[in-house]
């Protein structure tokens, strides 16, 4: 990720105020216009596999069907790891 700026995402905190890409409305903007838009809308910036993490509501359902139980065990730690940690990063 540190040096892969196109894997890199703007994530909406309050998801429900706001609809579609912000790229098409930044794209011709200058960074310092960008980062007021982000900070105004409440993004933060995640992997695009994080993004895709908070957005799967059933992943961790879902996955679990499909493994052995050793698997879900550790597939669950994860998950469960990893919605701690943004719940207080974000906190």
């Known amino acids: 990720v540190f040096n892969n ?3 890199l995402v703007f994530h909406h ?3 429900n105020e706001y ?3 912000i790229w098409r409305r930044i ?3 200058k960074v310092k216009e960008i980062a007021g838009i982000l900070k105004k809308e409440k993004c933060v910036c995640l992997c695009s596999n994080c993004h895709r993490l908070l957005h799967a509501p059933y992943f961790i359902s879902d996955i679990i069907y499909f493994l052995e139980n050793d698997e879900k065990i550790k597939t669950t730690s994860f998950y469960n790891q990893f919605q701690k ?3 207080t990063l974000m906190s």
């Open 5 to 7: 700026l196109s894997s």
């Open 13 to 15: 905190l309050e998801f």
């Open 19 to 21: 609809k579609g890409s």
């Open 27 to 29: 794209q011709t903007k």
């Open 85 to 87: 940690h943004f719940l």
